[in-house]
């Protein structure tokens, strides 16, 4: 009986286990009854004087409350398998809420409670335990995707949206909320990602050629712009939603470009790769203010600069990469998050989090 059960646990650990429970019957036992305390006592985990503590009430004989409590696990931890146990514990969500709850999306298949207990801790962890809860609601742990690591900028959506921070809610299409489809706010998620990495770029490095260049053409300028802020005040200024393409000019999908008489804006382009004309750009769209028809002279203002543009820029390379950083500008970005989790090992560079992002969006 002793080996059923200790086969349920993770094979690292089962010597240890196994050693653990012949020093006593009450020691047996706990690897039937707390698995958790169990695997937290055998490995070794947590303050010694804890498990000391801990151990001491086992071999007296109380109530797996008490020893919960000396080990610091919440008390819905005695219902989780021994499944999910493979590495350290850690600090586990502790409302009553959350406790009430829980246990009713442990996933049955307990095969699939290892990554399912990964990621409802990392979760806890790197949002609260609202977002630990909706993660545990999922139905995708039969994937057997066991990194936690693409779970940050999903997380941090969520911290933003729930911190009611003002800057990161103003490039959020939607915040997120525990009513939310994983998939869907995956989408928003990478949405306001997208945004947040266009919005670090320096607007006074442009360093990827003439297309990153304000151009003076016939006694007009064409300004590209490349941030939220930057397309935001140009659908101000025009009224028309290019302010809602932030997301797009972040994936590199599109370019977009003001046209200027002065400080006057005229036009704004949308400027695309011809796919069947290898690299050759053409204007997708044209519009001048209240999306109104932008005039002849502009037309061939447009036509004109494009012809001197060349192949378009972003074939084969992603349009972030080509973007200059500010990195006071992106540590600014992300600094209530990082001091709201100063004790996590975070993600922070641009490129770890785009990588992180892609993964999140493949797994979906």
Not at 150 to 175: E, G, I, K, T, V
Not at 185 to 202: E, K, M, N, P, S
Not at 220 to 225: D, G
Not at 317 to 342: E, G, I, Q, T, V
Request: glycine residues 8%; hydrophobic residues 40%; positive net charge.
């Amino acid at each position: 009986m002793l080996d059923v059960q200790l086969r349920r646990y993770h094979r690292s650990y089962r010597r240890r286990l196994r050693k653990f429970a012949h020093t006593g019957i009450r020691m047996r036992d706990l690897v039937f009854a707390f698995p958790a305390a169990a695997f937290t006592l055998a490995g070794g985990h947590g303050d010694c004087r804890r498990r000391a503590d801990a151990l001491a009430l086992v071999r007296g004989g109380a109530g797996l409350r008490d020893v919960a409590n000396a080990l610091d696990l919440p008390g819905w931890s005695r219902r989780i398998p021994p499944e999910a146990f493979a590495e350290p514990i850690g600090a586990l969500p502790t409302t009553d809420d959350f406790a009430r709850r829980i246990v009713g999306l442990v996933p049955k298949d307990q095969q699939c409670t290892t990554m399912w207990f990964q990621w409802v801790k990392r979760s806890n962890i790197l949002c609260d335990d609202r977002f630990a809860l909706w993660i545990a609601k999922q139905q995708f742990w039969h994937n057997g995707h066991n990194g936690c690591a693409m779970l940050q900028p999903l997380a941090a959506y969520a911290w933003f949206s729930l911190a009611d921070n003002a800057a990161a809610l103003r490039l959020m299409a939607r915040p997120w909320s525990p009513k939310m489809r994983f998939a869907k706010a995956v989408a928003f998620a990478t949405d306001w990602i997208q945004r947040g990495l266009a919005g670090q770029c320096d607007p006074n490095g442009r360093e990827a050629g003439r297309w990153l260049e304000t151009q003076r053409c016939w006694g007009f300028q064409v300004v590209p712009l490349c941030t939220p802020e930057e397309l935001e005040q140009e659908g101000r200024r025009m009224n028309h939603c290019v302010g809602t393409y932030a997301a797009k000019v972040a994936r590199g999908e599109c370019l977009i470009y003001s046209i200027r008489k002065g400080a006057k804006s005229l036009g704004t382009v949308e400027v695309l790769p011809h796919w069947s004309i290898d690299g050759n750009p053409y204007v997708a769209q044209l519009r001048g203010p209240r999306n109104e028809d932008a005039g002849d002279m502009i037309r061939s203002v447009v036509k004109k600069w494009l012809s001197r543009q060349g192949p378009y820029p972003l074939v084969g390379s992603h349009w972030l990469s080509r973007l200059p950083s500010d990195d006071d500008r992106w540590a600014s970005f992300w600094s209530p998050y990082r001091n709201a989790k100063s004790d996590c090992k975070l993600l922070i560079k641009p490129v770890e989090i785009h990588h992180a992002l892609k993964q999140l969006v493949q797994y979906v």
